[in-house]
């Protein structure tokens, strides 16, 4: 399976710890995308890399958010001292480079967070 | 502020029925993505559509975007079981970064009765 990969699937913690997801994209796709996903909504877009440069974060992004992708292949999000709200779907996506196939994007099956 | 708004929310059909989805905003975008999504898992790319008033066939799902690219339709012909799940629309806007971040309707959840 060549698809985006996440790990783990299901992650329960308890208020104040800290939790640290992974993401695999398509091999070569140089595009990568976090978002976050609650019950009865839709994906919100959390932050962008083109490659290793992270170009992009939204306000949702809290202090206690940090993302990274070291050398422009797998990426990590760690959420800090993680709060109930906290619980949700958290889905990484990539895509191809701009200019092969624009704007399409490919998502992983996601890691379901719940914070008790 | 939801910048796409899909219609209807829920819908519940029997097995041979017809049915179409709509998602409108007020926003020009770049392109726009259809999802279907199972509980449990990722959204799971159905179409991009990306030229004014085209329109894409897949099976039994036809796929339209708007002349304006504001709005699409997903209709759905002869429904089946399998066709059961949570339908997304996702549209993409350039940004200065070029990020082609994805804005996401609600979304439609469709129930296929036998």
């Known amino acids: 399976d060549t698809g985006v990969s996440q790990d783990p699937r299901h992650k329960i913690t308890k208020r104040g710890q800290n939790v640290t997801f992974r993401c695999d994209p398509i091999s070569e796709h140089n595009r990568l995308y976090w978002y976050r996903q609650t019950l009865g909504q839709g994906p919100e877009f959390l932050t962008y890399f083109q490659n290793e440069a992270q170009l992009e974060k939204s306000r949702l992004l809290s202090d206690r958010f940090s993302a990274e992708r070291p050398k422009g292949s797998f990426s990590t999000l760690e959420i800090q001292r993680t709060e109930q709200g906290d619980s949700a779907m958290y889905l990484c996506?990539?895509?191809?480079?701009?200019?092969?196939?624009?704007?399409?994007?490919?998502f992983g099956p996601g890691t379901r967070l719940t914070v008790l | 502020t939801q910048l796409l708004e899909q219609s209807p929310q829920f819908l519940s059909i029997q097995e041979g029925e017809n049915l179409t989805v709509y998602c409108n905003s007020s926003s020009v975008f770049s392109s726009l993505q259809w999802y279907r999504q199972e509980p449990g898992e990722g959204p799971v790319l159905l179409v991009t559509v990306v030229t004014g008033g085209e329109v894409k066939k897949l099976k039994r799902l036809t796929f339209q975007f708007g002349d304006a690219r504001k709005d699409s339709s997903l209709h759905i012909t002869a429904a089946q079981t399998g066709d059961t799940g949570l339908y997304l629309c996702?549209?993409?806007?350039?940004?200065?970064?070029?990020?082609?971040?994805?804005?996401f309707g609600t979304g439609t959840r469709l129930q296929v009765f036998p």
């Open positions: 996506a990539s895509g191809p480079p701009a200019g092969a196939w624009v704007d399409t994007q490919y």
């Open positions: 996702a549209g993409a806007r350039m940004a200065l970064q070029h990020t082609d971040k994805l804005i």
